[in-house]
């Protein structure tokens, strides 16, 4: 039992927070914006700029590259572009947004409204559009697919697309998962890799465009803005770089690592994930099971390297403030000791199926969640073979041999090693 263990969990969980938080001091990754101050923005020189961004798009130092960017005289700012939560990041996740806003007298346009791919009219003007957003390396997270929107834009309105890259948190030689089955495209899963695809986001793009995975992909002018410094052995605590929260539920890189671990889970609302907690996707609750037998049911099942500590909590949701029943759980101080992030939330279900208290309110999931699971894991039938209490293993080897096939028809379109 991990139980033993618990009693180093706030020396481990402090020493992880702090990690998250400054990373290594002696890596020296430089992003795709650093890189592009570094060459004195000659890029877009003479270009009426269109920038993709949030609160995460900041250089080494701190400064928000909106502020960069608009007080440059090479080119001009022209528009300002926000992905879902908002160009601050403030806003909960799902709540869309159609104001226009203005920062520093630029407008700026939400894509997470009734526009989610860039449109002829907001474009207007716009010569180069540059998309700079830190992503969290799982394909439901929305960062990506307004990438993809907006280079399908790009392509069609004839606008070069340039793309500064930021490293993937989870590292880059991380694959899991199955592959998404494109019937279920959506704006939780845009483009055909997997959960953890291993792969920034520039990469991604330069995928997609050689792939053919958006409309008009070959016309588009596509330019990527490396980083320097970064490897794909490196998880985010490597890097050197600061954590800036990409949105409110990710406030720290653990969280970004518990996201990967439990939100595809998460959508199925039958545990807390922890969201609305002080500590979202680093915790499991429920109002069901006590707290000993959710600890029974996680020991046994998720990854022996986490430390699960009983502790119950209170969390907010749509529905209210509820008190749970619950463990948090402490990530150790090196990621890459965990076989998978991503199957043990899968094991953790199979496993509580077997109580009959659990067993009835899965029984009672709305449909509606049950098509947005299948959306967020990219898959058919994942929910019934939960339900049906058939064995999981079969579904991991497949997953298995398609992240192996999928490591192999990346390999042309990275530009790290």
Same mark, same amino acid.
């Given at each position: 039992?991990?139980?033993?263990?618990?009693?180093?969990?706030?020396?481990?969980?402090?020493?992880?927070?702090?990690?998250?938080?400054?990373?290594?001091?002696?890596?020296?990754?430089?992003?795709?914006?650093?890189?592009?101050?570094?060459?004195?923005?000659?890029?877009?020189?003479?270009?009426?700029?269109?920038?993709?961004?949030?609160? /995460?798009?900041?250089?080494?130092?701190?400064?928000?590259?909106?502020?960069?960017?608009?007080?440059?005289?090479?080119?001009?700012?022209?528009?300002?572009?926000?992905?879902?939560?908002?160009?601050?990041?403030?806003?909960?996740?799902?709540?869309?947004?159609? /104001?226009? @806003?203005?920062?520093?007298?630029?407008?700026?346009?939400?894509?997470?409204?009734?526009?989610?791919? $860039?449109?002829?009219?907001?474009?207007?003007?716009?010569?180069? +559009?540059?998309?700079?957003?830190?992503?969290?390396?799982?394909?439901?997270?929305?960062?990506?697919?307004?990438?993809?929107?907006?280079?399908?834009?790009?392509? @069609?309105?004839?606008?070069?697309?340039?793309? =500064?890259?930021?490293?993937?948190?989870?590292?880059?030689?991380?694959?899991?998962?199955?592959?998404?089955?494109?019937? +279920?495209?959506?704006?939780?899963?845009?483009?055909?890799?997997?959960?953890?695809?291993?792969? /920034?986001?520039?990469?991604?793009?330069?995928?997609?465009?050689?792939?053919?995975?958006?409309?008009?992909?070959?016309?588009?002018?596509?330019?990527?803005?490396?980083?320097?410094?970064?490897?794909?052995?490196?998880?985010?605590? @490597?890097?050197?770089?600061?954590?800036?929260?990409?949105? $409110?539920?990710?406030?720290?890189?653990?969280?970004?690592?518990?996201?990967?671990?439990?939100?595809?889970?998460?959508?199925?609302?039958?545990?807390?994930?922890?969201?609305?907690?002080?500590? $979202?996707?680093?915790?499991?609750?429920?109002?069901?099971?006590?707290?000993?037998?959710?600890?029974?049911?996680?020991?046994?099942?998720?990854?022996?390297?986490? +430390?699960?500590?009983?502790?119950?909590?209170?969390?907010?949701?749509?529905?209210?403030?509820?008190?749970?029943?619950?463990?948090?759980?402490?990530?150790?101080?090196?990621?890459?000791?965990?076989?998978?992030?991503?199957?043990?939330?899968?094991?953790?279900?199979?496993?509580?199926?077997?109580?009959?208290?659990?067993?009835?309110?899965?029984?009672?999931?709305?449909?509606?969640?049950?098509?947005?699971?299948?959306?967020?894991?990219?898959?058919?039938? =994942?929910?019934?073979?939960?339900?049906?209490?058939?064995?999981?293993?079969?579904?991991?080897?497949?997953?298995?041999?398609?992240?192996?096939?999928?490591?192999?028809?990346?390999?042309?379109? +990275?530009?790290?090693?």
């Amino acid at each position: 039992m991990r139980l033993k263990y618990v009693i180093f969990s706030a020396l481990l969980l402090i020493t992880a927070s702090r990690s998250s938080i400054v990373g290594d001091a002696h890596a020296q990754v430089s992003t795709g914006l650093d890189e592009l101050i570094a060459r004195h923005w000659a890029p877009l020189q003479g270009k009426n700029v269109g920038l993709i961004t949030n609160q /995460t798009g900041r250089a080494r130092d701190g400064e928000f590259g909106d502020s960069l960017f608009a007080r440059q005289t090479s080119f001009h700012l022209v528009a300002l572009y926000a992905p879902e939560h908002g160009i601050m990041g403030d806003r909960p996740a799902g709540v869309p947004s159609d /104001t226009i @806003e203005r920062i520093m007298g630029v407008p700026v346009y939400s894509l997470y409204g009734r526009t989610r791919k $860039p449109t002829k009219t907001i474009l207007r003007g716009v010569n180069a +559009l540059v998309f700079d957003i830190q992503d969290i390396g799982v394909r439901p997270y929305t960062f990506l697919s307004t990438m993809v929107l907006a280079m399908e834009a790009a392509a @069609e309105q004839g606008i070069p697309f340039f793309v =500064l890259d930021r490293p993937n948190p989870l590292s880059g030689e991380r694959i899991e998962g199955n592959i998404l089955d494109t019937m +279920l495209k959506s704006f939780v899963g845009q483009v055909p890799v997997p959960y953890l695809h291993g792969m /920034t986001l520039g990469e991604i793009a330069t995928m997609a465009k050689a792939k053919g995975w958006f409309n008009k992909s070959a016309d588009l002018k596509l330019t990527v803005i490396p980083m320097r410094g970064w490897k794909r052995s490196m998880n985010w605590n @490597e890097t050197g770089l600061a954590w800036t929260a990409p949105s $409110p539920n990710i406030p720290s890189y653990a969280s970004a690592v518990g996201a990967a671990m439990f939100g595809a889970m998460g959508e199925l609302g039958v545990l807390s994930i922890g969201v609305g907690s002080d500590a $979202p996707f680093l915790r499991l609750g429920s109002t069901l099971l006590t707290t000993g037998e959710l600890l029974r049911f996680a020991d046994s099942t998720l990854p022996r390297q986490l +430390l699960l500590t009983p502790e119950d909590f209170t969390g907010s949701s749509s529905t209210g403030i509820k008190n749970y029943h619950g463990i948090k759980i402490g990530l150790p101080q090196n990621i890459e000791t965990i076989p998978s992030l991503y199957e043990g939330q899968y094991q953790l279900l199979e496993a509580m199926l077997t109580d009959t208290a659990f067993r009835t309110s899965f029984d009672e999931i709305a449909y509606s969640s049950q098509n947005m699971f299948a959306k967020v894991t990219g898959t058919h039938g =994942l929910f019934d073979v939960l339900k049906h209490c058939e064995t999981l293993s079969p579904l991991f080897v497949q997953w298995h041999r398609e992240a192996e096939l999928f490591r192999q028809e990346r390999a042309p379109y +990275l530009l790290y090693r």
